[in-house]
């Protein structure tokens, strides 16, 4: 067998130096453009994201998801941390509450105009993921354990999770909404309904993994 491979390898080699790739034309047509037209958002990477690579983008929720699944059932038979490392100087709380909040609003922007400007769920979802983070590192860990279990993010992460998916599947079965005005806040269609979902299911499931890894690790 590693003949076989050897000489697939060689062969493999020999058609990338002598094959020519060949050329799409395209005359003067923009692939930018037509993505743009197409999905009616001026942020081209979000129109192909969440309509050109829309399978793609599904499978990359879902992998998110289980690596936060990996890590809850890693961690599962772990005795929580006795010793919780986190910043005890004041001057470092206030600062690091302080890029929290301009974080967290970074994201919103980024979530709600993502379709519109550079950004989008993913950006918006790590921003808000390091929101939590910095709140998570400088406040009691039982009052945050509170809040999470209070407002059972757990079941949001989940319930958020099976709205993107049947939303992805609709779009993908042909069903979409009206693109309405380009570059207008409510234009391209369920895209920026998407782009918000995938913001939340980013920021939720990042705290979930932070939470385990204070509890069972005592850092991050």
């Given at each position: 067998?590693?003949?076989?491979?050897?000489?697939?390898?060689?062969?493999?080699?020999?058609?990338?130096?002598?094959?020519?790739?060949?050329?799409?034309?395209?005359?003067?047509?923009?692939?930018?453009?037509?993505?743009?037209?197409?999905?009616?958002?001026?942020?081209?990477?979000?129109?192909?994201?969440?309509?050109?690579?829309?399978?793609?983008?599904?499978?990359?929720?879902?992998?998110?998801?289980?690596?936060?699944?990996?890590?809850?059932?890693?961690?599962?038979?772990?005795?929580?941390?006795?010793?919780?490392?986190?910043?005890?100087?004041?001057?470092?709380?206030?600062?690091?509450?302080?890029?929290?909040?301009?974080?967290?609003?970074?994201?919103?922007?980024?979530?709600?105009?993502?379709?519109?400007?550079?950004?989008?769920?993913?950006?918006?979802?790590?921003?808000?993921?390091?929101?939590?983070?910095?709140?998570?590192?400088?406040?009691?860990?039982?009052?945050?354990?509170?809040?999470?279990?209070?407002?059972?993010?757990?079941?949001?992460?989940?319930?958020?999770?099976?709205?993107f998916i049947f939303l992805a599947?609709?779009?993908?079965?042909?069903?979409?909404?009206?693109?309405?005005?380009?570059?207008?806040?409510?234009?391209?269609?369920?895209?920026?309904?998407?782009?918000?979902?995938?913001?939340?299911?980013?920021?939720?499931?990042?705290?979930?993994?932070?939470?385990?890894?204070?509890?069972?690790?005592?850092?991050?």
């Open positions: 067998m590693k003949i076989i491979y050897l000489i697939a390898g060689v062969l493999l080699f020999f058609k990338i130096l002598i094959i020519p790739n060949p050329q799409l034309e395209l005359a003067e047509i923009s692939i930018v453009k037509m993505i743009v037209n197409d999905t009616g958002v001026p942020n081209a990477i979000s129109g192909v994201l969440f309509r050109n690579r829309l399978y793609d983008t599904i499978f990359e929720v879902v992998v998110f998801t289980i690596a936060i699944l990996g890590v809850k059932y890693l961690l599962s038979n772990e005795k929580p941390s006795s010793i919780i490392y986190q910043f005890t100087d004041e001057p470092s709380i206030i600062l690091a509450r302080l890029a929290a909040m301009i974080t967290s609003l970074v994201g919103i922007e980024l979530a709600i105009r993502g379709h519109l400007t550079p950004g989008g769920g993913f950006a918006a979802g790590v921003a808000g993921g390091t929101a939590i983070g910095l709140i998570l590192i400088t406040s009691s860990v039982e009052l945050m354990e509170n809040i999470y279990h209070r407002y059972r993010i757990s079941r949001w992460e989940k319930i958020i999770l099976i709205i599947g609709i779009t993908l079965m042909g069903i979409e909404l009206p693109q309405g005005n380009f570059g207008t806040l409510l234009s391209g269609g369920i895209i920026p309904l998407l782009n918000i979902l995938v913001a939340l299911k980013v920021a939720l499931g990042s705290w979930l993994i932070l939470q385990l890894f204070i509890r069972y690790r005592g850092l991050l």
